[in-house]
């Protein structure tokens, strides 16, 4: 009978051990796995929708997917008014998911989702609508000149189609003559007179005017050709603006005036016809005696401008020269007489 070796007993038991050591090395990394694997299979994907509906004030992720719980309710954007639409990139939804804490990878994202008002805003629709046919007919001026944008939806429940009467309850309320935001109230009643309801529509009044423009950048002093300016439908902001192209050709800037700018009557000014330094012939005027001079202007003018000239000494009047102050009559002559 062979005799064990007790060197071979050991070595065999360490060898057990080892593989007793190596399973229970291995088992967590089992476990781990196995619960990464649950909840992955626990947090399915996300698909984001290309077209959504809405019926509230904001646009949750609830409504463009069929996300749900706190993730659900993440706030996506404001939603739009009734009867228009408006569209979300996915960048703006990862920004709000992102900040909600969401895990991305979860969802599966479109290039854009479009986003509109639903059928239960058609009450507010209506009343928008209401507000702003009795608005256009109290403004003055031409309809095509104005343009009205709501500012908000109207604070109504949503009810039910053929149950509705949307009557102006009071005569529009213009705040501004020109850009402002002009409420208007509005009734809508119910079957009941219990669902009568009032509310102010606010407007955002836009007037429009053709009017002229810079077409290039015209700077200060230079005479405007017609090349330089032209008519253009620009927003009336409470300024004052020049109506007319004729009004301005041939007179001249009076400050630097930047390329497609409206030019108001404070930023032209008649040309001089006379330039500093220029000769011109002085008439003194002394009832019906005329007496006349020569000079030399100090400054430019326009017509009938006041300005000074300098008198040269002739051999009859030696000295100093004189300035006087003379009225300009065109081009050549000046004017000292009893108006002065």
Known sequence: MKKRNRGDTETKVLHRGSKKTALFSVLPLCLCASAVSSAFAAAPRVTVRTEATVAGREIRLRDVSDATG????????????????????????????????????????????????????????????????????????????????????????????????????GAPVLRSARSAVVPVTVSVAGATAGE????????????????????????????????????????????????????????????????????????????????????????????????AASGVTCEEGRVGQTIRVRLAPDAKTPGPDRVVRARVADALNVIVGDEE
């Open 70 to 169: 706190a993730v659900g309710d993440t706030v996506l954007g404001a939603a739009p008014l009734p009867g228009r639409s408006c569209v979300l990139s996915a960048g703006e939804i990862r920004l709000r998911l992102r900040a909600a804490k969401a895990d991305l990878a979860r969802f599966i994202l479109p290039p854009a989702v479009t986003v509109s008002a639903s059928r239960g805003a058609d009450a507010a629709g209506g009343i928008i609508a209401a507000a702003t046919d009795a608005l256009r007919r109290a403004l003055p001026g031409p309809a095509e000149d104005v343009l009205l944008e709501p500012v908000s939806a109207p604070r109504l429940p949503a009810l039910r189609a053929g149950q509705t009467a949307i009557v102006v309850a």
């Open 196 to 291: 009568a309801r009032t509310v102010e529509v606010a407007f955002r009044v836009r007037s429009f005017t053709r009017a002229v423009v810079a077409a290039r950048s015209i700077a200060r002093h230079a005479v405007i050709y017609p090349e330089d300016v032209a008519l253009s439908r620009v927003e009336v902001g409470g300024a004052a603006f020049v109506g007319s192209v004729e009004a301005v050709v041939g007179r001249r800037a009076a400050r630097a005036v930047p390329g497609g700018k409206s030019l108001n009557p404070a930023d032209i000014e008649e040309s001089p016809v006379v330039a500093a330094q220029a000769a011109v012939t002085v008439r003194v005027m002394f009832g019906d005696v005329e007496v």
